[in-house]
């Protein structure tokens, strides 16, 4: 990543040179990537795919776990005197696992409920912590893209170590994670949320083009072999609606979203049957038009008897699941889980992130909380997280950071220069 030389404004973009604003304010410690690192590799889950080495699920558990905890302690010690930054996103948060407790408390999915509810108060806890450090910058996008790139260096060394293991028969030979059980819809949500926003930080100046393609390109061919049709469509969608921020303000945004609606038109035409088929992945048309089974699993649920308390409040913290099948949508997996007052809060914090930056003028910091934003509500459809720990909350916590006003400076005492 390049250097930034300048600071953003209030408005969040592109600010004086150093020179003439002053010494620039205090970033935070370099603990804080450390933690934001943990706190991904607590979300990454421990299932999915066979590994080359066999690591069993509970070890998987143990570490993913004490990744959390170690995150929280670390915040806990950089931040004793408890500075947080109030927000509407970390309110409707807290709110949720409120909402999650009382949910759990019956115990109708078990204690393994009770568990997820204490996993998901370290979590919200660790980022109410960081948003000491929110201050509207790019900080915690490069912390998301340094940290999910090394996630996909463990993919590609998997892939190049053992390409039977990462490509297997059992997921249709779609790359998934030989080093550590990755699925391939993860592998590709990570590959496009980083590729989107390094695309943004190429167009903004945050990058060089060398840095900004050693990412690019090895993402885009991971979300390639994945198959990964929800983040491919998520990353196209999303970055589209980042890049219409810019274009009214940056000639770099019009010149790239030129070439790209140019090229995409072009790979439309001369490479439909190739595009037709990587999107099929093979399936018949019925398998398709139920989305690969999901459809049949939200019926079955969306008709499955409840009471009025579990209309409203769900049947607490699960493994998002039904009938033994993965949801595979965040709406009505947090429905499920956490009622309609659920689906509310969850609606409620898309509804304020996206009013806020709305409301922005166009920036930079602005351009990657919407391409977070949209991914994210692309992705509910057919991926579950909204409603616990997960990659998906981490997304909308980077897009909060990104809409946070810049901290009032501190006056300085009389007598000192």
Request: net charge positive.
């Amino acid at each position: 990543m390049g250097r930034d030389l300048t600071r953003e404004g209030p408005a969040g973009g592109t600010g004086q040179p150093l020179s003439a604003a002053g010494p620039r304010p205090a970033g935070p410690p370099g603990t804080v990537e450390l933690i934001w690192g943990l706190l991904i590799l607590n979300t990454l889950g421990s299932a999915g795919a066979v590994t080359i080495v066999p690591l069993p699920r509970s070890l998987i558990q143990m570490a993913t776990m004490g990744a959390l905890v170690s995150a929280f302690t670390l915040a806990l010690v950089l931040n004793l005197r408890l500075r947080i930054r109030a927000s509407a996103f970390l309110c409707l948060l807290t709110l949720l696992l409120v909402l999650s407790v009382v949910s759990s408390a019956h115990l109708e999915s078990g204690f393994g409920a009770l568990f997820r509810c204490f996993r998901l108060a370290l979590f919200v806890g660790t980022l109410w912590l960081l948003s000491r450090w929110w201050d509207g910058g790019p900080t915690f996008v490069r912390y998301h893209v340094r940290m999910y790139f090394v996630v996909l260096v463990s993919v590609a060394a998997g892939l190049a170590v053992s390409p039977g293991a990462a490509m297997p028969e059992l997921y249709g030979g779609r790359l998934v994670g030989a080093l550590w059980p990755l699925t391939p819809p993860q592998i590709g949500q990570y590959a496009a949320v980083i590729t989107g926003l390094t695309v943004l930080l190429l167009l903004g100046r945050r990058t060089t083009g060398a840095g900004a393609a050693a990412i690019i390109v090895p993402s885009l061919v991971l979300l390639a072999l994945t198959h990964t049709r929800t983040a491919t469509l998520g990353l196209i969608i999303a970055l589209a609606l980042a890049i219409g921020s810019l274009v009214l303000t940056s000639a770099a945004a019009r010149r790239f979203f030129g070439w790209a609606v140019l090229c995409a038109t072009v790979a439309a035409v001369a490479l439909s049957p190739l595009l037709e088929a990587w999107f099929l992945r093979g399936q018949s048309q019925e398998n398709f038009s139920n989305l690969t089974g999901r459809a049949k699993v939200w019926d079955a649920l969306l008709a499955a008897p409840r009471t009025t308390l579990e209309q409203l409040f769900g049947t607490g913290l699960g493994d998002k699941s039904f009938g033994g099948l993965p949801i595979d949508n965040s709406w009505l997996a947090v429905y499920n889980e956490q009622g309609l007052t659920g689906t509310a809060i969850v609606a409620a914090v898309f509804l304020a992130l996206g009013g806020v930056a709305l409301l922005r003028p166009p920036s930079l910091s602005r351009a990657c909380a919407i391409f977070l934003i949209s991914y994210c509500a692309i992705a509910s459809y057919t991926e579950a997280g909204l409603g616990d720990a997960s990659p998906y909350l981490l997304h909308l916590t980077v897009a909060a950071s990104l809409l946070a006003a810049p901290a009032a400076p501190r006056p300085t005492p009389e007598g000192v220069n």
